[in-house]
């Protein structure tokens, strides 16, 4: 068994990515890959916590900017992300593994109300804890969401699993000569406005001295292999 890097891990998952190639709704093919890969990391004894976004169902700025008000967009982005953590927690059950998802606003008939104990002893039981709702406040994405969770677990590294393989320079389908980055300083990414994630999850994580690992979702055994320690993507420290 492959020797492990990170033993403790909160891993982001875009929601698009999840709706594979019809770009709406939810490819339960590729969610059946994606849970094959955690079920593996799982076996070989990493704790997970998985925040997933919403953008399969709706984006609050993209889908309602200058249509609604943005607390409301916001709101419907978080509901989002709750259909896609029931629905991936249900996935997970059926891979052998028990899940619990936790969410940021209380909506006791769906799942449970998110403490960081509740989601410490989960993760110590050996359960996969799926924080979902992001922050629970309107303004923040999931990526600020996942960063939080990252922080409040403890976790040894955050992983962002997107539709791009790495952190570039610029938008590599816009410029060919994008630079393409293996390791990036907190420092760099928020000077040069590197497009990762939003500036405020880079900073969360750069004043928590959180190590984050930005990956391609495709193909899902990339997480196996971040965890086990191989440097694909690109990773951002202090």
Request: charged share 20%; glycine share 8%.
């Amino acid at each position: 068994m492959p020797e492990l890097k990170y033993k403790r891990i909160l891993l982001k998952l875009s929601g698009e990515a999840l709706a594979g190639d019809q770009h709406r709704g939810l490819d339960f093919t590729v969610i059946h890959s994606v849970c094959e890969a955690i079920k593996t990391c799982h076996d070989m004894g990493v704790q997970i916590g998985l925040v997933i976004g919403g953008g399969n169902f709706w984006r609050g700025v993209k889908d309602g900017a200058d249509k609604m008000q943005r607390s409301h967009g916001d709101a419907m982005g978080m509901l989002a992300t709750v259909m896609n953590s029931i629905a991936m927690a249900d996935a997970l059950e059926k891979h052998g593994m028990d899940a619990r998802v936790l969410t940021a606003v209380e909506m006791n008939k769906f799942a449970e109300y998110f403490t960081r104990d509740t989601a410490d002893r989960y993760l110590n039981e050996g359960k996969v804890v799926i924080f979902a709702a992001g922050t629970g406040n309107p303004y923040f994405s999931t990526d600020t969401g996942a960063v939080l969770r990252g922080v409040e677990i403890e976790a040894d590294a955050v992983l962002m699993a997107k539709n791009v393989d790495a952190i570039y320079s610029a938008d590599p389908n816009v410029d060919p000569n994008a630079k393409r980055y293996t390791h990036l300083t907190y420092d760099k990414v928020l000077s040069d406005h590197l497009k990762a994630t939003d500036s405020t999850a880079m900073t969360l994580a750069m004043d928590n001295n959180m190590n984050l690992v930005c990956f391609a979702l495709n193909p899902p055994q990339n997480i196996i292999r971040v965890v086990c320690g191989e440097e694909i993507g690109t990773t951002v420290t202090i």
